[in-house]
């Protein structure tokens, strides 16, 4: 919402209204529990404002009349032309002053603006299927900047405007200011006891051999409040009926919503299935919505494949807004370890490995989930200053990933390669080739000393945008921060994009493919920087599954490296300070480490072998 245009105005308090008959319901985006803000183009303009009613429950229903609300305090004798109306269509005509107003089919009636007004149209209007279209008008000065009362909303059919200055022409409204008109419009013949229903997700997955939770919504559509519903339900050939109780009874206001969900039984065998469900009954009488039943498609595999998305992060040590995606990186491992899969592209530091990212980066810090959706890595898609790249993140997790992927890495005997195995397991049977493999090594542990490994830092000039603890090492920190340890670091990977051949074309569903790959890490090459490295047994490698119709990450998997026994590296903080003594594998006490296999005996009697580079 624009500053300017929708500002919260804490001392309006207004009532949803009086006493409404039996029969009665009240139609609108305020109900009584939104916050209310005002609205307006802070012109002196003549407003023409309206809401449409389009509904089949509620064809041959009448409408009766209207309740409008303007601010509080306000000269409302300034106000001038008023008048509410009906119309089939929004039509405008030229008033006496040659200006383009509103022009009513059906009705248009004077009223006089108070601050809270219900208006009682002097003839009751038939709604018809065609819909019907309920509005107000006034002309306000420009002392009368922001007249119109609102709530929060997105939905055009709520909010449509046209004004003498601003918008020539009728148009819905929301989606440019995020607003809903909180007018309200009385609807007399509605059954007492009735309510809609809509599936939270149009499709959903499931598993053959287990139960599948499935939310609803239910819209209160009825002259009661929404206390219970019965409902049958029905998936693959199997019904059963059910009933539920709302905690907190759902008001009597013409699409107020609650939520509740529905356990469909187990298939038996995989496939797509329709999920119904059908309102029978509110508040234990029968249902007098037209329209009472919902349904989704439900894919059934015979097994769920865990997703992992990759997050992948692009940063480096000039950079001084990048710390926020150090510190989100560290938080979401703190939280997940290796169910959180992330890769960490440095550019111009000491620990560059390439400036060919798999993602388009305009800009440090940036990040992207699977390789096509850009983020944030501390903030997520909600940029508040706080830590909610989990929020994020979990919303790519929690998709169907078309394989399961499991994979093992181990560095071989004489540390120079790494073999990496991965077990791809389709859910779906696959004949096009669609997907094949990608890896990236990333290193944990990283240090060193110099202005390349200093990491450049503006958050103390920040700290109250900043406020959460875990961002404190930085809020309140120098300018430049030194000694930083450094995780999840691109050392190296298979190429840019997937591995042709990777995987096979044709794979049966419910079948497990094999695959190796060998990174060379004897020293630097194409693929490697082996310099880079600095603990052989902080390392891990990404197996991701790439779609190879669009680049994108479909499933990704984090393995540690591990290291055979015989070649071990001392990087814990408590060896690296304690006196070293070398030795070669013959036994021969060396004045410093040669190249090759060492044994190396710590002050403290532990003894290593390791090998040095």
Request: glycine share 8%.
């Amino acid at each position: 919402m624009r500053k300017k245009q929708i500002l919260t105005l804490a001392v309006l308090s207004l009532l949803a209204g009086g006493n409404v008959s039996a029969q009665q319901v009240i139609y609108g985006a305020y109900s009584g529990d939104e916050t209310l803000h005002v609205w307006g183009t802070e012109k002196a303009e003549h407003y023409d404002l309206a809401i449409h009613i389009k509904d089949a429950n509620l064809v041959g229903k009448k409408v009766t009349g209207v309740r409008l609300y303007f601010p509080q305090g306000i000269d409302y004798t300034a106000l001038t032309e008023d008048s509410v109306f009906l119309t089939k269509t929004l039509a405008l005509q030229k008033n006496a002053a040659g200006k383009k107003v509103s022009k009513a089919d059906i009705l248009s009636e004077p009223y006089t603006p108070t601050d809270s007004l219900e208006y009682t149209f002097s003839t009751p209007y038939t709604i018809t299927e065609d819909g019907v279209y309920a509005g107000y008008t006034f002309t306000a000065p420009d002392t009368i900047q922001t007249p119109v009362i609102v709530v929060q909303g997105s939905n055009n059919e709520n909010f449509y405007f046209h004004g003498t200055r601003s918008v020539l022409k009728w148009k819905g409204y929301s989606a440019s200011t995020g607003a809903e008109l909180a007018m309200q419009v009385l609807i007399d013949g509605v059954p007492y006891n009735a309510a809609a229903l809509s599936a939270d997700a149009a499709s959903t997955y499931a598993q053959s051999d287990k139960t599948t939770d499935l939310s609803y919504t239910v819209y209160n559509q009825g002259a009661a409040p929404l206390k219970s519903i019965d409902y049958t339900y029905s998936v693959a050939g199997k019904s059963a009926e059910g009933h539920y109780d709302f905690s907190t009874p759902v008001k009597a206001h013409y699409n107020k919503s609650g939520k509740f969900s529905v356990t469909f039984p187990t298939t038996d065998a995989a496939g797509n299935y329709t999920a119904s469900v059908k309102i029978t009954k509110v508040n234990g009488e029968a249902n007098g919505d037209v329209d009472p039943s919902a349904s989704s498609t439900l894919q059934v595999f015979d097994f769920l494949t865990k997703k992992r998305a990759l997050l992948e992060e692009y940063t480096g040590t000039w950079c001084g807004f990048c710390p926020r995606g150090f510190v989100g990186l560290e938080h979401m491992n703190a939280l997940y370890g290796n169910d959180f899969v992330c890769a960490s592209y440095h550019n111009a530091d000491a620990m560059q490995f390439t400036t060919d990212y798999p993602s388009v980066s305009n800009g440090f810090p940036s990040a992207f989930i699977d390789r096509y959706h850009e983020t944030d890595a501390y903030c997520g898609d909600n940029y508040d200053g706080h830590f909610n790249i989990d929020d994020t993140y979990a919303l790519y997790n929690n998709v169907l990933a078309p394989a399961e992927l499991n994979a093992t890495a181990a560095l071989s005997e004489d540390g120079k390669s790494i073999a990496v195995t991965t077990n791809v397991k389709f859910a779906a049977a696959q004949s096009a080739g669609q997907y094949q493999l990608s890896y990236v090594l990333t290193a944990d542990g990283l240090t060193g000393t110099g202005s390349s490994w200093d990491q450049h830092n503006y958050y103390p000039d920040y700290a109250s945008q900043y406020p959460d603890d875990d961002m404190k090492e930085f809020t309140q920190g120098k300018s430049t921060v030194s000694g930083l340890t450094y995780n999840f670091v691109v050392v190296g990977w298979s190429g840019k994009s997937y591995i042709a051949n990777s995987l096979p074309d044709a794979v049966a569903a419910n079948a497990s493919t094999t695959s190796t790959y060998t990174f060379d890490v004897s020293g630097d090459n194409s693929l490697v920087k082996a310099s880079l490295i600095q603990h052989k047994d902080k390392l891990h490698v990404v197996a991701m599954l790439i779609d190879t119709t669009n680049g994108h990450v479909v499933n990704a998997v984090k393995i540690p490296v591990s290291v055979p026994t015989a070649i071990r590296t001392i990087n814990d903080e408590p060896a690296n300070m304690m006196k070293k003594t070398y030795y070669s594998v013959d036994g021969r006490k060396l004045a410093q480490p040669q190249k090759g296999l060492n044994i190396i005996k710590l002050e403290n009697g532990k003894t290593f072998k390791a090998v040095m580079e």
